[in-house]
């Protein structure tokens, strides 16, 4: 539709200069036939004519090339018709007159509209100052200064028209990428606010002063706040996070933003919450900090994704506490029964034959596996709710592995499997010898125990010929413990989540053994509560080694 206007306007327009070509013709034939007028022998008159005449013979003929090309049909058309300027100028005086100054805003204009048009004028008057000098005049030799000074004028307003126009398409050209990278972040924006809006997790950004740039719909549906009140202002005021059971403020103890600046990496919170400017409830968060940086990697904000986690906490509580009485309320029967089973198969008070006390003896081991489950379930619970309670002292490493070799003699003796501990002749700091150390650690004592515990009889149980080792490291500031066995061993992927809950390698082998798929995950609590770490390295078929650190205590 539009092309149709355009092609219409095209039309209108050369009718137009058609006609006025039509009436240049008509007009000198009319003086030259009715009149007598000295005009008729002005020779630009002619020249007028011949003009028109080519300009029909060009209308008629480029009819077929409109509708194909008519920015350039109409470009020649409008050159064309420019031509009775010279004439003009000409009849007025010529090049030096008044009316050349037209000559020179004629190249200036042309050139600014289009290089290809300022060179065609700027050619057409130096041919027209040409001839006029030679043919009309005959004066170009002995007036050849002012010629000059023309050709020399009309090159300067020329080369002014072209820098200008390379200027003006310059800028052009940086205005249509400014607007076409303006486009494309108004579209990105856009973009990003519909995925914001929609996201059902709570978003919001901070700047490098803790100030709000950014609150989506729901966040502010979770804190009851409006982002037009919330934007530009302190983070804190906002979202206002605390934690613990004494409400402690992270905001001014331990905000997150600064963590993210200061590490330059994302953290994981999951223990915060906040109260709802409207109904007062408290919020337990669930949140994930990144830093936002800019194009040259410097730290410009922060950004945190979160959810409401109230209810999941509140079943999660529940849960623990059901597990938790259940245990306490099934420990007692468990380790009464097991009690009376031992007393029957062990102290000789009550006759039985032999396939009975088989059979007891077997209830009596599935007990104590009972038993050892509700004890794991109960550390669990602790050590979910916080309240895993400790002695910390401190107490030579080496001596509470001898003990532990000790009570698992028997049981590889048992199995034909060498049970060995191998000590550590020296402490070395960084490579070299750190003569006057001790080699106590700090930790407490008795959960200690059962870490060593749990990994040796692990060893064991999985080892069917061949020996456990129990080794130990020191470092500058930490003894690192190894149990080390010839055991089955385990593929790659299942040592990623060894140390989950209720994880089990899931081969014919672990079924046989048995087993609750806590004792791991109950470890490596036991030893991150104390600042250590623990890993394993293990090749199917070969067997495995544990290792895990304890700091050491300072000097006395």
Same mark, same amino acid.
Request: one cysteine or more; proline letters at 2%.
């Given at each position: ?5 355009? #092609? ?113 004028? $700027? ?39 072209? #820098?200008?126009?390379?200027?003006? %398409? ?13 486009? &494309? ?37 979770? $804190? ?20 613990? %059971? ?214 064991? &149980? ?21 149990? %080390? ?72």
């Amino acid at each position: 539709m539009e092309g149709n206007k355009d #092609l219409k306007k095209h039309q209108f327009i050369r009718l137009w200069l058609l006609f006025g070509n039509i009436g240049i013709i008509i007009t000198y034939g009319a003086i030259v036939f009715f009149t007598d007028l000295p005009i008729v022998s002005y020779y630009g008159l002619k020249i007028a004519v011949g003009i028109a005449g080519i300009y029909l013979i060009y209308h008629f003929l480029s009819n077929n090339f409109l509708e194909k090309k008519p920015e350039f049909i109409m470009e020649l058309s409008g050159f064309l018709s420019s031509l009775y300027l010279i004439i003009l100028i000409d009849y007025f005086g010529g090049p030096f007159e008044i009316l050349n100054l037209f000559i020179y805003i004629s190249i200036l204009a042309a050139f600014l509209y289009k290089p290809l048009w300022g060179i065609a004028t $700027t050619t057409t008057f130096l041919i027209y100052l040409f001839m006029y000098g030679v043919l009309a005049k005959g004066d170009m030799i002995t007036n050849y200064q002012n010629y000059l000074l023309s050709f020399a004028s009309m090159s300067i307003a020329a080369g002014a028209g072209l #820098l200008i126009y390379n200027r003006e %398409e310059k800028v052009q050209k940086e205005s249509s990428n400014l607007k076409r990278i303006a486009d &494309k972040l108004t579209a990105e924006k856009s973009q990003d606010e519909a995925v914001l809006t929609a996201i059902a997790d709570g978003v919001y950004a901070v700047d490098r002063n803790r100030n709000l740039v950014l609150l989506n719909k729901a966040a502010q549906e979770m $804190t009851g706040w409006e982002e037009k009140d919330a934007l530009g202002i302190k983070c804190k005021t906002v979202m206002n996070l605390i934690a613990g %059971e004494k409400n402690v403020s992270v905001c001014e103890k331990d905000c997150p933003a600064l963590a993210v600046w200061n590490t330059g990496k994302p953290i994981f919170r999951n223990d915060t919450c906040f109260i709802h400017r409207k109904n007062k409830n408290r919020v337990q968060l669930s949140s994930s900090y990144a830093p936002i940086k800019d194009m040259d990697g410097n730290m410009v904000g922060a950004i945190c994704v979160f959810r409401d986690v109230t209810k999941d906490k509140e079943l999660e509580r529940q849960r623990n506490e059901f597990v938790s009485t259940a245990s306490h309320e099934l420990r007692t029967p468990i380790t009464a029964t097991e009690g009376y089973l031992s007393i029957i198969t062990d102290s000789g008070m009550c006759k039985i034959d032999n396939n009975t006390k088989e059979y007891l003896t077997k209830a009596r081991n599935t007990l104590l596996g009972m038993s050892s489950l509700v004890k794991n379930l109960l550390s669990v619970t602790k050590i979910e709710e916080g309240k895993l309670e400790t002695t910390i002292t401190n107490f030579p490493i080496k001596d509470l592995v001898e003990e532990v070799i000790e009570v698992f003699a028997k049981k590889a003796s048992d199995k034909n499997i060498k049970l060995e501990f191998i000590e550590s002749k020296e402490l070395s700091a960084q490579g070299k010898k750190a003569i006057g150390r001790n080699l106590n650690v700090r930790a407490d004592r008795e959960m200690i125990r059962e870490v060593i515990n749990n990994l040796v009889e692990n060893a064991i &149980k999985f080892t069917d010929k061949g020996s456990v080792t129990v080794s130990i490291d020191f470092d500058k500031e930490f003894a690192t413990i190894n149990v %080390e066995d010839t055991g089955m061993g385990m593929p790659k992927e299942a040592q990623k989540h060894l140390f989950e809950k209720f994880y089990r390698v899931d081969n014919t082998a672990t079924r046989e053994v048995g087993g609750t798929g806590l004792g791991l995950y109950i470890t490596r609590s036991i030893v991150e509560t104390f600042g250590g770490s623990i890993w394993v390295e293990s090749t199917k078929g070969k067997g495995s080694r544990f290792s895990f650190t304890i700091p050491l205590a300072l000097d006395s």
